[in-house]
C-alpha cells in the first residue's frame, strides 16, 4: 500500500539481494522533490493507454526480457530479430572480435531453452583474478515465463495486464498509477485470493499465480504520509502538461519540439501515400540560402495546443493545520484548501478513509463535513464531484497526456538546461512552495531517523557481487541510479551553498575559506585556502585542481579496483564560483587530517608515507593506468614507495574502507606548460614556442593522450623488434626460396608496406588511396551485406557509410581496444595494418617463450627495441610515468641516475607526441573531412578524443588558419577561444555581485560583449549609489556571513573597451592565439563570426539563461540587453557519468558484425546491447540514443522504413531530451529521421524537419559550413521531387558552391552537385544550363575515374540525352520564328522525377548506396577479416591479465562514423539513379 522509500529500498537491497535482483530504486515514493523519485520518473513513467507491460518504459522491463525483448515506447512494439542471438559475449571475443562459431553457439541455446535464456558467459571476477578464473565459464538459465492476469479495480471494468514472472508487485503498482483509468489511486494495496500481496515479492514467488489469475485492487487507509503522496501525485499530473520545470530547469525536466515541428504527423498519421499534392514546400524566409537574419524566436516554437487546460486555481495546504488532538481522534490527518475554476473555495479534510469537503472557511475552523456530504476516496474523485470545469478539463488533459510519447515525458538522469526561455506566467503551487522552504533537507524526509548517507550509498553499490551477467547488471544500474541521485544532491546544494542559504562549518574564517556540509554532502570553494597552492598559481590552480582531481576519479574508477574507493565527486560552477561537492570519509571530521593520512603527502611532497596494503590495491592500477612504482625521499630523508604522486593521500575510513583522494596530478605533467631550468625539449616543441608559461602549473596530459602515446611506443617497438628478428631469420635461412621470401617481407614492414604473402585485402583496397576518397560523398567505411541482411552474396551489398556523430560517450579515446603489453592499440590495431600484425606475430612469437630459453640473439633483439623506444626496462616493453618527475618540492633518490633521466625524457617525449603527432594528425583529419566539428563543444570532443587539451586550441587555430580548406574549423577555434576568455572575465566579474544586482550585471556584461552600442550603462537598483559608500562595513560584514554577501561594486564600470581588451590578453596568455579585433563588430567582420551563435556559446558556458526574444545587437544608440532579458542562472555541473560496460560489449561487438557484413547478426548484438542500456540507464540516456540511431539505420538498410522511422523518431525524442534542443547530435538526428520521412511517404513532414535541421545549424554555426553542403542537397532533392524546382535549384547552387569551397573545384562532391543540377535544369526545359552542369560532371569523372569507369559512361549517355532535347527544342524554337504560330510544336520528353529515383540520390547524398560485388570479391573479403579475427582471439588467450586490464577500461559506445580514408574508389561504381 503506497510506496516505499528510495532509501528505506537500500536497506531492503543489502539484506534482501536475491529478492531484489534487477531492482534497486522500485520502491520510490511519491512525496518528493527530487523527479528521480517520482511517479513519473525516468525510471516508471508508463503510457497508461496501452495495458501491456512490457511495452511500457523499457526500465520496467526484468532481466528476463532483456535479451529477448525490444525496448519500446509505449506508442509501439517492436518485435525481436527471430532468431536472437545469444546474448553473452567470451571474454577474449569481447573487444571486438566475434565469429560464426560463438553466434551459431547463441542461437542453439537460445533455442534450448524455450521458456527463458541460456546465456553461456566468462565469468568476471575481481580485477586481479587468476587466468583459471578467466576461464571458467559457468551457464547462467534466467527463466521468462510471461503471462496474463486480471486486474480489478473499484470504479471501471476489469482489465488484462501482461507481466513477467521476474516483475515485482510494485511493477504493477507503478502501472496502475500511470494508466489513465487508475492513475488517481496511489494509496491501494494488491490482493491475490485475499492475501496483500508484498511490493518487493516477485510473481515467480507468488504461490497459485498464474495465466488468468485475478487481482483485486483494495483502497488502503491513508496516514498523514500517504496524504501527503497522494496531494503530490495529483499536483504531478496536473501539471504534466506544463513546460515550466523545463524552462526553469527543475525535476530533471527538459524540452522537445520534434512533434511540434512535424505536427504529429509521424506519430499519429503514419501515412502510407505520397502525400505531396497537399505539402506547403516554402520554407520560412529565415531557412533561404543567403538568408542574413538569425531570429532566435523559431528555436522554441508554439504548439497548438501549448496552453494546459487549468482543472483548479488552487490547492494548497490549508492554514488550519496541523488538526487539533480532538480531531486526529476522530481521523483527521490534513486540511487542503481548494479554489475551483469557477471561483469557489473548498476545504477539504484528509482523513484515513479518504478526502470530504468541510464546513471550514478562511475565518472559521469547522471540520465536521458539509452537506450534501461530498466524500470520496482520492482528490480527483472528489473533485470531480463539486466542479463540472474540473472534470471536463481534467478529462482533456488526461487524453493529452497519454497522447504525448513516453520520451516526452520521462525524467532525464541529469537535469539539462536551455539557454533561451519565454516569460512564463508564475503560479500558485503549494508543493513547490514547500520544496523550496521548509526545514528539512528536501530529498531525504521519508527516511526514518536519518538522512541518506551518501557515501555508504556509493560505497556500498560498488560491492556488490559482479560474477555474471545479471549480478553486474544490479550492481551497475545501482551505481548509475546512486550517481545521479548524488549529483542531483549535490548540484542543489552548491546553488543553497552560493546563495548564501547554508551556514559554513568554519564561519569565523573569511568567506574564500569556509566549507560546508548539507546533506551528508562536503562543499569546499575553488579558492587557494592558507596558501595551499601558493606554488602551483594560487586561485588560478586551485580552481582547476577540482578538474583535474575528477579527472583522476574518474580514471580510479574506470579501472575499478575492489577493496580500492574514491569519493563520490561533483564540480559546479554557478555564479562565478567553483564548488567540489564529496561523499563524506566516515570518521574523517572527528580527526586531524595528519592523523588521518596513511599514504602519500599532505604537503606536496615534504612528508610522504605509505602503506602496504594500499600499494597492493594501487599495484593493480598501475598497467591501465600507465604510472610507475616509485620512490621519493620523506623530510625524514628516508625512501617511501608510492604507485601515485605524492598528493594522492590514502584514508581508512572509519567503515575499514581505503579512499584514496586528490587525484589531481594522476597523469603526468604537461612539460610544454612547466618551465623549468636545464630542462631541454624538442625541436618540434621548440619551434612552436614551447615551454610556455601557464597561468597555473597543474597542467597535466590528458588520459586519451598517454594511451595514444602509450599505443604508438608500443608499434614503434613491435616494427623495431621484428625488423630485427626478419633480418636474423634471412641469416639462418636454409633454402633460397625462403631467403628472398624473409627479404620481402623485411623490406615491406621497413617501408611500412604490405608483406607480398600476407592474405589479400578486400577487392576495392587497391584504389583505397586514389583520389576519389576523398572527394566522393558515397567514399564512406560502409559494412556489406544484401538488403535483406542474409549472408552476404555475389548479387548485391547493403552499404551504410555514413553514420551520424555522438557526444556522450568518449572518456576513453582508444578503450575499445583490445590491450598488447598493457597498452591500448588502436590506430595500429591488427585489424587495420596487416603490416602491424605480422610483426606483433613475430614478436609475440618470441616473447611467448620463457625468457631463460631466449638464445642471446633474441634477448638483444627485444633490449635493442626497448631502447630504442625509451621503454623503462631493457627486457620487456614497459612505458609508464612518474607523475612526480618533475614536481616541485619532491626529492628523488637518485635525480641523476640513469634510469630517472629515462622517466623525465618519457614525460618530454609524451608532450612532444602531443605537438608532432597529434595535433598534426587531428590536421590531417580535419582536411580529410573525417572529422566535423560545428560547435565549440564539438570541436572541445574532437580535440579530447585525441588527447589535446583546450590550451593548445591557440596552436591549433594557426595550423588551422594555413589550409583555406579548413576556414570553417579555423572559425569555430576563434569563438571557442574568445568565448572561453569570455567565460574566465565572467567569473571574477560575479564573484563581486550581490543578488540584488544579478540581473542587471549579466546584462551589462552581454552588452559590453556582443553589443554594437559603445557606452552601456547598467541599470542600478535605486540605492546602488548609497550602498557603494558602506564599502568598509560590507567588508567587515563578509567575514561572518555567506559568501554570497560578499560584494563588490567595480563590475558596473566595466566597458567594452575594457571587456575586449581583457579577452584579447587572455586569448594571447592562456591560448597563445593572437586576436586581432577590438570589439565584438571587428570579431564578427574579420573571423566571419556571427554574434547569435557566441550569445549561444557564451550563456552555454556560463550558465545563462536569456528571455526568448528577437535581440538588436547592432543598434548604435542603445543597449541590447537589459535587466529583464536575464531569466535565471544555472550551474555548470561536470561528474563521472557511470558506464554499463556489458552493454558497451554488445553494441562493440554488433558494431563489428556489420562491418563485417552480416547486418542481421549486428542488428541482433545492438538490440540487445539497447536492453542492457535500459537496464542500467532507465528508458533516456545519450548511449541509447546511439543505440536507437544504429538501430534505425539498420532497420532501414534491411528493408524495414517504417521501423526505421520508429526508432529514429525515438533518437530525435531522447536527443534533445538529454543533450539539448540545438544540440549538434539533435541535427544530425532531425536529417536522419527527414530521409526516413521521405522513404515513407511524408514528404512534408521530412521537409519540416530538414528546415529545422537547417535553421539549428545556421543558429549554431551559420551557413559557411561544409555540413550545410550536405543539408542543402537533401533539401533541394525532397524540393525536387515534389516538383517546387525554382526553390530546388536555390538550395542545389548553394550546396554546390559549398562543395566546391571546402571539397575543391574537381572533386566527385562538386560532380555530383552539377549532376543534381542538371537534373533540375532539365525538369525546367533549360537544356542551356543542363548540359552546361552535366558537361562538368563529365569532366570531373573523366579526369578523376577515367573514360571507362561506369559513373563516366552514364554521364557520357545523360549528356547525349540531354543535347538530343536540347536540339528538339531549338528546332522547334526556330521554326516559330520563321513560321510564327502556325508552327507545330512536338511535346518535349521532360519527365519528372519518380519518388523511388529521388529516394535513391537522397539515400547516396546521405552515404547509403547498394554496391554489386563477385562471390570472389567476397571470398577475399571474408578470408581477410577470418585472419584478422583469428589473430586478435589468439592475442585475447595469450595474455589474459592484459586483457583484464582492458575491460577495467570501458567507455561509452560510439557509433559508426564516416571514415573517408577507408572509402573506396567502387563505390563510384554506384548508380546514382542519374543518367538512366
Known amino acids: ?476 544500474r545501482a551505481i548509475f541510479k546512486v550517481h545521479s541521485d548524488f549529483v542531483a544532491a549535490a548540484t542543489r546544494g552548491a546553488m543553497a551553498v552560493i546563495d548564501g542559504n547554508v551556514m559554513a562549518i568554519n564561519p569565523g574564517e573569511e568567506a574564500k575559506m569556509q566549507m560546508f556540509i548539507w546533506n551528508n554532502i562536503f562543499f569546499s570553494l575553488g579558492f587557494d585556502v592558507k596558501d595551499h597552492y601558493k606554488e602551483y598559481g594560487g586561485d588560478y590552480a586551485a580552481y582547476i585542481a577540482p578538474c583535474n582531481d575528477l579527472k583522476g576519479v574518474r580514471a580510479y574508477n574506470g579501472v575499478d579496483i575492489e577493496g580500492l574507493y574514491t569519493l563520490g565527486t561533483v564540480v559546479i560552477d554557478y555564479r562565478g564560483y567553483r564548488v567540489t561537492a564529496q561523499s563524506i570519509i566516515p570518521g574523517i571530521l572527528e580527526r586531524e587530517q595528519e592523523q588521518s593520512v596513511v599514504y602519500g603527502s599532505i604537503d606536496f611532497g615534504k612528508s610522504v608515507v605509505t602503506n602496504d596494503k594500499y600499494l597492493e590495491l594501487l599495484e593493480k592500477t598501475s598497467k591501465p593506468l600507465k604510472i610507475l612504482p616509485h620512490k621519493v625521499i620523506n623530510d625524514q630523508n628516508e625512501e617511501v614507495q608510492i604507485i601515485s604522486s605524492v598528493e594522492c593521500k590514502g584514508i581508512v575510513g572509519n567503515d575499514g574502507r581505503y579512499y584514496v583522494l586528490d587525484l589531481l596530478r594522476t597523469f603526468p605533467p604537461d612539460v610544454n606548460f612547466l618551465p623549468m631550468e636545464g630542462e631541454e625539449l624538442s625541436e618540434e616543441c621548440k619551434v612552436l614556442g614551447f615551454p610556455r608559461k601557464h597561468k597555473h602549473r597543474l597542467a597535466c596530459l590528458r588520459q586519451e593522450l598517454v594511451d595514444a602515446f602509450a599505443e604508438n611506443r608500443y608499434l614503434l617497438f613491435m616494427r623495431h623488434a621484428a625488423l630485427q628478428l626478419m633480418s636474423i631469420r634471412q641469416k639462418k635461412a636454409t633454402t633460397v626460396e625462403e631467403e628472398q621470401k624473409i627479404s620481402k617481407r623485411l623490406v615491406a614492414a621497413a617501408q611500412g608496406l604490405r608483406s607480398p604473402d600476407l592474405p589479400p585485402k578486400e577487392v576495392n583496397d587497391e584504389e583505397e588511396n586514389s583520389q576519389t576518397k576523398e572527394e566522393d560523398p558515397t567514399n564512406q567505411s560502409p559494412p556489406t551485406t544484401q ?279 587572455e586569448v594571447k596568455e592562456y591560448f597563445d592565439f593572437s586576436l586581432t579585433c577590438d570589439s565584438c563588430d571587428s570579431a564578427v567582420e574579420t573571423y566571419g563570426l556571427q554574434k547569435t551563435s557566441l550569445l549561444r556559446e557564451i550563456c552555454i558556458k556560463c550558465g545563462v539563461q536569456v528571455l526568448l526574444r528577437e535581440y538588436t545587437f547592432d543598434s548604435k544608440h542603445r543597449a541590447t540587453f537589459t535587466e529583464e532579458d536575464i531569466i535565471n542562472i544555472f550551474p555548470i555541473v561536470k561528474h563521472v557519468n557511470p558506464k554499463a560496460t556489458d552493454a558497451y560489449h554488445f553494441f562493440q561487438s554488433g558494431q563489428v558484425k556489420i562491418q563485417q557484413g552480416f547486418l542481421k547478426e549486428g542488428f541482433e548484438l545492438i538490440n540487445e546491447a539497447l536492453n542492457l542500456f535500459n537496464n542500467v540507464y532507465g528508458a533516456m540516456h545519450p548511449e541509447i540514443a546511439a543505440c536507437l540511431r544504429t538501430l534505425a539505420r539498420l532497420n532501414y538498410i534491411l528493408g524495414d522504413p517504417v521501423e526505421a522511422l520508429n526508432n529514429q523518431q525515438k533518437a530525435v525524442l531522447m536527443s534533445e531530451r538529454v543533450l539539448g534542443i540545438d544540440h549538434p547530435n539533435t541535427i544530425t538526428e532531425y536529417v536522419h529521421l527527414a530521409l526516413y520521412c521521405f522513404a515513407n511517404q511524408q514528404v512534408s513532414a521530412a521537409l519540416r524537419l530538414m528546415y529545422r535541421a537547417r535553421y539549428l545549424a545556421l543558429v549554431v554555426f551559420g551557413e559557411d559550413h561544409p555540413e550545410m553542403a550536405l543539408y542543402d542537397s537533401n533539401i533541394g532533392l525532397i524540393l525536387h521531387g515534389v516538383g517546387e524546382i525554382d526553390l530546388s535549384l536555390r538550395f542545389l547552387e548553394n550546396a554546390l558552391e559549398l562543395n566546391k569551397k571546402y571539397h575543391g573545384q574537381r572533386s566527385l562532391k562538386v560532380a555530383l552537385n552539377h549532376h543534381l543540377l542538371a537534373r533540375a535544369f532539365s525538369c525546367k526545359g533549360d537544356f542551356r544550363a543542363a548540359l552546361m552542369h552535366e558537361r562538368e560532371t563529365y569532366t570531373i569523372y573523366k579526369s578523376q575515374l577515367g573514360e571507362q569507369h561506369e559513373k563516366t559512361k552514364d554521364s557520357s549517355e545523360c549528356l547525349k540525352h540531354l543535347t538530343q532535347q536540347a536540339v528538339v527544342l531549338q528546332r522547334t524554337m526556330n521554326e516559330i520564328y520563321k513560321s510564327g504560330s502556325q508552327a507545330t510544336i512536338p511535346p518535349l520528353q521532360i519527365s519528372p522525377p519518380s519518388a523511388s529515383s529521388v529516394l535513391e540520390l537522397i539515400n547516396i547524398i546521405n552515404g547509403i548506396v547498394f554496391l554489386p560485388l563477385s562471390q570472389k570479391d567476397l571470398d577475399r573479403l571474408q578470408q581477410r577479416q577470418q585472419v584478422l579475427g583469428n589473430l586478435a582471439e589468439k592475442q585475447a588467450k595469450d595474455m589474459p591479465a592484459i586483457k583484464e586490464a582492458g575491460d577495467q577500461e570501458s567507455s561509452a559506445p560510439k557509433v559508426p562514423e564516416e571514415d573517408d580514408a577507408k572509402a573506396t574508389s567502387d563505390v563510384a561504381d554506384a548508380d546514382d539513379g542519374a543518367a538512366r
Open 787 to 1065: 538488403p535483406d541482411g542474409e549472408q552476404p552474396s555475389s548479387e548485391s551489398k547493403a552499404i551504410e557509410t555514413k553514420e551520424s556523430r555522438e557526444s556522450d560517450g568518449k572518456d576513453a579515446a582508444n578503450s575499445e581496444h583490445p590491450k598488447i603489453g598493457g597498452c591500448p592499440r588502436g590506430q595500429g590495431d591488427s585489424s587495420k595494418d596487416p603490416v602491424d600484425a605480422e610483426a606483433q606475430a613475430l614478436v609475440e612469437s618470441l616473447a611467448e617463450q620463457d625468457s631463460g630459453s631466449l638464445d642471446a640473439a633474441s634477448r638483444e633483439v627485444i633490449n635493442t627495441a626497448c631502447r630504442a623506444i625509451g621503454s623503462l626496462s631493457d627486457s620487456e616493453f614497459d612505458v609508464r610515468f612518474n607523475p612526480d618527475v618533475f614536481s616541485p618540492g619532491v626529492t628523488h633518490p637518485n635525480p641523476q641516475g640513469d634510469q630517472f633521466r629515462k622517466q623525465k625524457q618519457l614525460v618530454k617525449d609524451a608532450a612532444a607526441f602531443l605537438v608532432s603527432h597529434q595535433i598534426a594528425g587531428f590536421v590531417k583529419d580535419c582536411i580529410e573531412h573525417s572529422i566535423t566539428a560545428i560547435d565549440g563543444q564539438s570541436l572541445c570532443e574532437a580535440l579530447h578524443d585525441r588527447g589535446i587539451n583546450m590550451r593548445y586550441v591557440g596552436k591549433v587555430a594557426n595550423l588551422l588558419s594555413q589550409h583555406k580548406l579548413l576556414e570553417h574549423i579555423h572559425r569555430i577555434a576563434v569563438s571557442e577561444m574568445i568565448c572561453r576568455a569570455a567565460k574566465h572575465q565572467f567569473k571574477t566579474y560575479m564573484q563581486g555581485v550581490e543578488m540584488l544586482c544579478l540581473s542587471a550585471a549579466v546584462s551589462h556584461f552581454l552588452n559590453c560583449l556582443l553589443s554594437t552600442f559603445s557606452n552601456p550603462h547598467p541599470q542600478l537598483p535605486e540605492d546602488f549609489g548609497l550602498n557603494m559608500n558602506k564599502k568598509k562595513k560590507n567588508k567587515k560584514r563578509s567575514r561572518y556571513y555567506p559568501i554570497a554577501n560578499h560584494v563588490d561594486r567595480e563590475w558596473a564600470s566595466l566597458s567594452p573597451q575594457d571587456m575586449w581588451s581583457n579577452i584579447k590578453t
Open 1 to 476: 500500500m503506497g510506496n516505499i522509500c528510495t532509501c528505506a529500498c537500500w536497506v531492503v537491497l543489502r539484506e534482501k539481494m536475491s529478492r531484489l535482483r534487477g531492482r534497486d530504486e522500485e520502491s520510490r515514493p511519491i512525496l518528493q522533490e527530487d523527479k528521480f523519485d517520482a511517479t513519473d520518473d525516468h525510471y516508471g513513467s508508463i503510457n497508461p493507454s496501452d495495458s501491456s507491460l512490457f511495452s511500457s518504459i523499457p526500465d520496467l522491463i526484468p532481466e528476463s526480457h532483456l535479451l529477448t525483448k525490444s525496448s519500446e515506447g509505449a506508442d509501439s512494439q517492436q518485435p525481436a530479430p527471430d532468431p536472437p542471438s545469444a546474448p553473452l559475449i567470451p571474454e577474449s571475443q569481447q573487444n571486438g572480435h566475434v565469429n560464426n562459431h560463438h553466434h551459431q553457439n547463441g542461437k542453439e541455446a537460445a533455442r534450448a531453452a524455450e521458456d527463458g535464456l541460456a546465456v553461456e558467459e566468462v565469468a568476471k571476477g575481481s580485477p586481479e583474478g587468476t587466468k583459471a578464473e578467466k576461464d571458467d565459464q559457468e551457464v547462467i538459465v534466467i527463466q521468462d515465463m510471461g503471462f496474463n492476469i486480471k486486474v480489478v479495480a473499484p470504479g471501471i471494468e476489469p482489465f488484462e495486464l501482461q507481466v513477467s514472472s521476474q516483475e515485482m508487485v510494485q511493477e504493477i503498482h507503478q502501472v496502475l498509477m500511470d494508466r489513465e483509468d487508475t492513475c488517481h489511486r496511489t494509496c491501494f494495496s494488491l490482493q491475490f485470493e485475499g492475501n496483500v500481496l508484498d511490493n518487493f515479492a516477485e510473481l515467480k514467488n507468488i504461490e497459485g499465480l498464474q495465466e488468468g489469475s485475478v487481482l483485486k485492487v483494495v483502497e488502503e487507509p491513508y496516514t498523514v504520509r500517504e496524504s501527503r503522496i497522494h496531494m503530490r501525485h495529483v499536483r504531478d499530473l496536473l501539471k504534466s502538461l506544463d513546460p515550466a520545470d523545463a524552462y526553469n530547469g527543475m525535476d530533471c525536466s527538459s524540452l522537445s519540439f520534434l512533434n511540434v515541428i512535424t505536427e504529429g504527423d509521424i506519430e499519429m498519421k503514419k501515412r502510407k501515400r505520397n502525400d505531396s499534392d497537399s505539402v506547403d514546400c516554402t520554407p520560412p524566409d529565415y531557412v533561404m540560402p543567403g538568408a542574413k537574419d538569425r531570429p532566435i524566436l523559431p528555436l522554441q516554437p508554439i504548439s497548438k495546443d501549448l496552453k494546459t487546460p487549468q482543472c483548479l486555481k488552487v490547492l494548497t495546504a490549508s492554514g488550519w493545520n496541523p488538526p487539533p488532538g480532538n480531531r486526529k481522534m476522530h481521523g483527521d490527518l490534513m486540511y487542503l484548501s481548494v479554489v475551483t475554476a469557477e471561483d469557489k473555495h473548498f476545504h477539504f479534510t484528509a482523513s484515513t478513509r479518504g478526502f470530504f469537503v468541510n464546513q471550514s472557511t478562511q475565518e472559521i475552523f469547522n471540520p465536521k463535513p458539509a452537506s450534501p456530504k461530498c466524500w470520496a476516496h482520492s482528490l480527483i474523485e472528489l473533485l470531480n464531484q463539486i466542479s463540472p470545469i474540473f472534470k471536463r478539463n481534467f478529462a482533456t488533459l488526461q487524453k493529452r497526456r497519454v497522447n504525448r510519447h513516453p520520451f516526452e515525458r520521462i525524467a532525464t538522469p541529469f537535469q539539462v538546461y536551455c539557454w533561451t526561455a519565454p516569460q512564463i506566467d508564475h503560479t500558485i503551487d503549494s508543493v513547490r512552495a514547500e520544496d523550496a522552504y521548509t526545514s528539512r533537507l528536501g530529498y531525504e524526509e521519508h527516511i526514518p531517523g536519518q538522512t541518506r548517507d551518501w557515501n555508504e550509498e556509493l560505497q556500498t553499490t560498488r560491492e556488490l557481487s559482479r560474477k555474471n551477467l545479471p549480478e553486474r547488471l544490479l550492481r551497475e
